[in-house]
């Protein structure tokens, strides 16, 4: 009922302006797109003539090097964009072990070449050193902010870009294939991890480089590679590829709600919940809950356990919900 809701809203769009568009785009970014020009070709085929440019933003950075899944969120949705910035995600990434580049990837200069041999129980004993909790510092050339600037601007000033090292975790490292001098890896990461630093770093252990010729974003958040639609996917049925905003707060808990209460939260007014009532109950305490009334998403909120009952604070409010209920 709820996906049928919202593709209705999708389908409206077009005509009329009470319902726009919110929903995410699980793009297969082509290669040599940046993520901003990945977004920007969304706005210009989302957006109507005559009619406020749609907004839109992508759920994680990937450079013009790689391919794969970019989550761009439209319209009300663009509200959630950290639900995909702080998730897990998986790569399969291929790297060079005869040279390293000043961006860690075949585009950038040339900085040094390696002659060395390695041996696959070589690389294997040190892909090892490289699962769990390990401290990763950031390439040079990266959208991490210094003193307001952009680490990649600075560096292509020729200044010197010292970025500290941060913790950052390895889920899994598998190794798919050594073809000497080319590694190609599978990877699941946490948040903050940069896949250049990655290869740069077992390029070291090793004595050699590391420099990254290929690299595909696989999974954002445990979202699927089927997920994905291509450029010309989206161009031929640009409605039918946005999926609802509520499939993408899918690992939420989710708390429904009367009518007369639906209409207190969308007034943004805290709610205490009647004993025995059709709750996720809080384990901790608090719990983030997505919010709904017969069947459409008013917004998310904060569960929070008190004495005797549990109080739903509004966290986000949807303006498209309040247009519906108030």
């Given amino acids: 009922m709820q996906s049928e809701l919202n593709r209705s809203a999708v389908k409206g769009h077009a005509t009329k302006s009470e319902h726009p568009l919110s929903g995410i785009v699980f793009l297969d970014k082509p290669y040599g797109w940046s993520s901003r020009q990945a977004v920007n070709e969304l706005i210009r085929l989302f957006s109507r003539p005559g009619c406020k440019r749609i907004k839109a933003g992508h759920a994680g950075t990937l450079d013009p090097l790689a391919t794969g899944m970019l989550p761009i969120l439209l319209g009300e949705a663009t509200r959630y964009a950290e639900l995909g910035l702080t998730a897990d995600k998986s790569y399969r990434v291929t790297f ?5 580049s000043d961006t860690l990837d075949c585009e950038g200069a040339i900085t040094g070449r390696f002659t060395e041999a390695v041996s696959c129980e ?21 959208a991490i902010r210094i003193d307001g600037k952009r680490a990649h601007a600075l560096a292509r ?4 870009v010292l970025i500290p090292a941060r913790p950052v975790t390895i889920h899994r490292i598998k190794l798919l294939n050594f073809d000497t001098p080319l590694v190609t890896l599978e990877v699941e990461c946490s948040k903050g991890t940069y896949i250049r630093s990655l290869a740069r770093d077992i390029g070291e252990s090793l004595g ?11 999974s954002t958040g445990g979202w ?36 007369a209460l639906a209409i207190r939260f969308l007034q943004g007014q805290r709610i205490q919940l009647d004993q025995g009532a059709d709750y996720p109950q809080v384990t901790a305490d608090q719990l983030l809950v997505s919010v709904y009334s017969e069947h459409i998403l008013l917004g998310t909120g904060m569960l929070k356990a008190g004495h005797h009952r549990a109080v739903l604070h509004p966290a986000r409010i949807l303006p498209s919900a309040q247009r519906s209920f108030i």
């Fill in 224 to 259: 699927p590679e089927a997920m994905m639609v291509t450029q010309d996917q989206l161009q031929a049925q640009p409605d039918g590829s946005v999926l609802p905003l509520a499939q993408w707060l899918r690992d939420m808990p989710s708390l429904p709600l009367s009518t």
């Fill in 208 to 218: 050699v480089g590391g420099c990254v010729t290929a690299l595909r974003r696989l």
């Fill in 157 to 160: 000033q020729g200044e010197e």
């Fill in 96 to 100: 060079d072990l005869s040279y390293q």
């Fill in 122 to 142: 070589q690389l294997e004993t040190a892909l090892a050193a490289y699962h769990g909790l390990i401290q990763q510092v950031p390439p040079a050339y990266s």
